[in-house]
């Protein structure tokens, strides 16, 4: 089955900085891929996703990139502010057909986006 | 639309209890599942259902057991409770129109065995 990994499992940025977060996937058959947002207490929310025909995606300050040859992809976090502190999560999933396929999770990473 | 609504919010058990936590959306979206989230481990999927009638095993289904009798209800039955059932439930919906539609998440259910 799908397996996800995700580094770092923490990341500390100061204000305006840049914040990268790296996943990578096993099965060469997944082809959707979204980022999910989690502050204390609340629900995972989604904040951006890119399905395998697209190499980068971008929404305002937040983009990912995906390297389908190399089983990876990334969410770049630009001029970071504190309101991006989060755990941060990755995950994996391959549609087959037309069914909804089920999201694999990587572990998490938690940002501190300092003042 | 409320989306995806979880009861309850809090629950404590003792160890062989049984209880239901409830998940109901409103979105008519065929595609429910559980996860149980715990620390630095994310979020695993427990049971997953792509419609009314039709269920399956995620990655950690064991001491779980759910059903789909309608769109809307997808509850999570726990057997008998131990306590490495303490976690956080998360129930989540996607419609099947298209392919890969996001998943909404329900607020969680924090549930401690004891």
Same mark, same amino acid.
């Given at each position: 089955?799908? +397996?996800?990994?995700?580094?770092?499992?923490?990341? &500390?940025?100061?204000?305006?900085?840049?914040?990268?977060?790296?996943c990578?996937?096993?099965?060469?058959? &997944? +082809?959707?891929?979204?980022?999910?947002?989690?502050?204390?207490?609340?629900?995972?929310?989604? $904040?951006i996703?890119?399905? &395998? +025909?697209?190499?980068?995606?971008?929404?305002?300050?937040?983009? !990912?990139?995906?390297?389908k040859?190399?089983?990876?992809?990334?969410?770049? $976090?630009?001029?970071t502010?504190?309101?991006?502190?989060? !755990?941060?999560?990755?995950?994996?999933?391959?549609?087959?057909?037309?069914?909804?396929g +089920?999201?694999?999770?990587?572990k998490?990473?938690?940002? &501190? !986006?300092?003042? | 639309?409320?989306?995806?609504t %979880?009861?309850?919010?809090?629950?404590?058990?003792?160890?062989?209890?049984?209880?239901?936590? %409830?998940?109901?959306? /409103?979105?008519n979206?065929? #595609?429910?599942?559980?996860? @149980?989230?715990?620390? *630095?481990?994310?979020?695993?999927?427990?049971? #997953?259902?792509?419609?009314?009638?039709?269920? /399956?095993?995620?990655?950690?289904?064991? *001491?779980?057991?759910?059903?789909?009798?309608?769109?809307?209800?997808?509850?999570l039955?726990?057997?008998?409770?131990a306590?490495?059932?303490?976690?956080?439930y998360?129930?989540?919906s996607?419609? @099947? /129109? *298209? #392919?890969?539609?996001?998943?909404?998440?329900?607020? *969680?259910? @924090?549930?401690?065995?004891?």
């Amino acid at each position: 089955g799908e +397996n996800v990994e995700q580094h770092p499992s923490t990341l &500390s940025v100061q204000e305006g900085d840049s914040a990268v977060i790296k996943c990578t996937y096993s099965d060469s058959a &997944s +082809n959707y891929f979204p980022w999910y947002k989690q502050e204390l207490g609340k629900r995972p929310q989604l $904040i951006i996703d890119i399905r &395998s +025909n697209v190499g980068e995606k971008k929404d305002q300050r937040i983009a !990912v990139t995906l390297n389908k040859t190399a089983k990876h992809f990334s969410l770049h $976090i630009t001029e970071t502010q504190p309101e991006d502190s989060a !755990v941060y999560f990755c995950a994996a999933s391959r549609n087959y057909g037309g069914s909804q396929g +089920n999201l694999i999770f990587g572990k998490g990473t938690k940002l &501190s !986006v300092k003042p | 639309n409320a989306g995806v609504t %979880q009861t309850p919010k809090f629950q404590v058990l003792k160890t062989g209890q049984s209880m239901t936590l %409830q998940c109901a959306q /409103d979105m008519n979206h065929e #595609y429910m599942s559980w996860y @149980r989230q715990d620390p *630095g481990m994310g979020l695993r999927l427990i049971h #997953y259902s792509v419609g009314a009638g039709i269920t /399956d095993q995620g990655e950690v289904p064991n *001491g779980y057991n759910v059903s789909r009798s309608t769109t809307e209800d997808f509850p999570l039955r726990l057997l008998s409770a131990a306590p490495s059932q303490t976690s956080v439930y998360f129930c989540a919906s996607s419609s @099947r /129109d *298209g #392919y890969n539609q996001p998943q909404h998440f329900g607020d *969680g259910t @924090r549930l401690s065995i004891l």
